[in-house]
C-alpha cells in the first residue's frame, strides 16, 4: 500500500478514518514528499521537530524517495488531475501508486473521482 499524508496525519491526529489506517501500517510505503507534508503539519501543530520525525519511524512506514523517475510520472499526472485541484504532495503520492501498481490509501474524497489506472483506498465514506 502507498499511503498518503492525510491518511498518516488522521491517525496522528486521531481523526475520523484513523481506525482504517492502523491496520496498513506495516505494509505501507510513504514518499519523501509526503513525508515531508506530514512532519511539516506536525511542526506547524506544535509538535517538536525530532519527535515529529520519530512519530513516523514508529509507525514503521517504510518511507521511499521521490527521485527524477517518479518526478516525471507525478508531472504526467497534472493534466489529468488539475480538475480536481491535486497539488504535487497528492500527484508524489499517486506516482508511487502507479509505479509500484499499488492502492492509494488517502483521506481525500475527491480521490475517487480519479481514473488514473490506480486504485484508491479511502479511509473516510
Not at 521511499?64 to 518526478?71: G, K, R, T, V
Not at 497534472?78 to 509500484?100: E, I, M, V
Amino acid at each position: 500500500m502507498v499511503i498518503d499524508a492525510s491518511a498518516v496525519l488522521a491517525l496522528l491526529n486521531q481523526e475520523s478514518g484513523k481506525d482504517r489506517v492502523e491496520p496498513l501500517l506495516s505494509d505501507s510505503v510513504i514518499n519523501t514528499v509526503n513525508y515531508c507534508e506530514v512532519i511539516g503539519k506536525l511542526i506547524d501543530a506544535g509538535v517538536p521537530e525530532n519527535i515529529s520525525r520519530e512519530s513516523i519511524h514508529l509507525l514503521g512506514i517504510e518511507v521511499i524517495d521521490f527521485d527524477a523517475d517518479l518526478a516525471y510520472l507525478a508531472a504526467t499526472l497534472r493534466t489529468k488531475t488539475k480538475q480536481l485541484g491535486l497539488s504535487l504532495g497528492d500527484r508524489s503520492c499517486l506516482a508511487l501508486g502507479l509505479k509500484r501498481h499499488n492502492t492509494v490509501v488517502t483521506a481525500e474524497r475527491s480521490w475517487a473521482k480519479l481514473n488514473i489506472g490506480v486504485k484508491i483506498d479511502l479511509i473516510r465514506s
